[in-house]
């Protein structure tokens, strides 16, 4: 897991807490909980949604670090300056990562789904809060592999970002001339400036 | 509540000096937070920079954007004094050509077109995917852009870089039609129409000065 602040941010929103996990075993029963927890009443309701306390995100979708923390940076503005579009911080960096207006499609392709395998798991919270508690949570909720975000390398599915972005036909892409690498740069880089001008994209 | 990113800026003595310690770490840009715009320029020069990004038109990528408060963050361009380069003349101007062609079809006028809003990347923090050149020309500064297929926003925009040059560079006549030549040849089926109307425009701008 890696821990950074956001010194310039109010304080509940201004500690970053992000892990990658490969080989997840159980999406399909955390997005189940998920489910649960969110409708859930009383102290056991608060007590699942507090131990679910994440954003868990398709990490298939995600193109580079540099993606992942502008997604990040995004959501934590928007609840900084009181204009989140969807419920908590956690589901906006979600919303933030889908090229589109549109939430459930957003929460649908970023969020967990039954078959995801891979999963960036992000928390945002006050610095207060022990990493290590927070570590122990994020390992407690996800069945899987915890690998450094290096690995992303071998889990980007540039195929599915190429088409959500709809950039099939674009110019940048045919440029590249099939040279991979030099393509993967050109998406990430789309894919990053499209996150973080999510405000003004109407 | 203070604004975020008014705190970010003030804050910024501190991120540049972290630029300048990461200047040369690969993958790691720093956001460079433009001075404060009104909120309709910061969201048209963001829209202007993804539209440039999507058709291959070298450009800083937006890093982020708060247009409550006017400001845009991009990428931080590394780059050096042009003659650190030790590029040719000629193929400068050529660069130049052909970064406005594939500006003006994707339909993007830039609207402020001078070599001060144009910068060559730092090869030591830039990967060239060219056999030659170590570096890219990227294009700056699209705070006065707008989108446009017309052939006069085109040749208009041509123009005000025709004029930009002459009066910064003592002998800019071959200079630009260098620039020309590789614009033309970027433009393809495009070019016959524009060249024509940049005479008309260059005739306009010469009558308005006899008579200004
Ligand atoms: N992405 C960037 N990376 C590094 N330096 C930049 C970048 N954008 C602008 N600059 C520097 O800042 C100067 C002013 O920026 P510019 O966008 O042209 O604004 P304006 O001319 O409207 O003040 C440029 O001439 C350049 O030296
Ligand atoms: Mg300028």
């Not at chain 1, 994440?54 to 997604?71: D, G, K, P």
């Not at chain 1, 991979?180 to 998406?187: F, K, N, S, W």
């Not at chain 2, 062609?101 to 402020?112: Q, R, S, T």
Request: net charge negative; with cysteine; charged share 25%.
């Amino acid at each position: 897991m890696q821990s950074y602040q956001l010194p310039h941010l109010p304080p509940h929103l201004s500690s970053v807490h992000a892990a990658l996990f490969k080989d997840v075993s159980d999406a399909a029963q955390l997005r189940q909980r998920l489910i649960t927890a969110s409708t859930a009443e009383g102290p056991d309701g608060t007590r699942a949604r507090d131990a679910l306390n994440f954003a868990f995100i398709e990490a298939r979708l995600i193109t580079s670090l540099q993606h992942l923390r502008t997604a990040i940076h995004q959501a934590v503005m928007a609840d900084a300056l009181g204009s989140l579009r969807t419920r908590t911080v956690h589901s906006e960096i979600i919303w933030s990562l889908n090229p589109t207006n549109n939430i459930s499609e957003a929460m649908r392709r970023y969020g967990v789904s039954d078959t995801s395998t891979s999963l960036v798991v992000v928390r945002i919270d006050s610095p207060e809060l022990s990493v290590t508690d927070i570590e122990r949570d994020m390992d407690a909720a996800v069945n899987g592999t915890k690998v450094p975000f290096a690995d992303l390398r071998d889990i980007t599915d540039w195929t599915a970002v190429k088409k959500y972005h709809k950039l099939g036909n674009e110019v940048a892409i045919q440029q590249t001339k099939g040279d991979v690498d030099r393509e993967r740069g050109v998406v990430d880089e789309i894919a990053t400036s499209s996150v973080a001008m999510k405000m003004v994209m109407g | 509540m203070a604004s975020p990113s008014l705190a970010l800026i003030s804050a910024s003595t501190l991120i540049s000096q972290g630029a300048e310690a990461h200047r040369f770490r690969k993958g790691y840009r720093h956001p460079t937070l433009d001075a404060s715009l009104t909120r309709s320029r910061v969201a048209g020069e963001a829209r202007a920079l993804l539209r440039c990004l999507r058709s291959g038109v070298n450009v800083p990528g937006v890093r982020m954007v708060d247009a409550s408060e006017g400001i845009l963050g991009i990428e931080q361009v590394e780059s050096d004094a042009l003659e650190e380069y030790e590029i040719p003349v000629d193929v400068l101007m050529q660069l130049i050509g052909q970064e406005i062609a594939k500006m003006h079809l994707a339909d993007v006028i830039h609207g402020d077109l001078t070599t001060s809003n144009m910068m060559l990347r730092h090869p030591s923090s830039f990967k060239s995917h060219h056999p030659t050149l170590r570096t890219e020309l990227v294009l700056i500064d699209f705070g006065l852009s707008f989108y446009s297929s017309l052939i006069e926003d085109k040749a208009v925009d041509l123009y005000v870089l025709e004029r930009a040059f002459s009066s910064t560079h003592p002998d800019s006549e071959p200079l630009f039609a260098s620039i020309l030549k590789a614009y033309g040849q970027g433009m393809g089926k495009d070019w016959a129409a524009i060249e024509r109307r940049l005479d008309d425009v260059r005739l306009r701008g010469r009558k308005r000065s006899m008579v200004g």
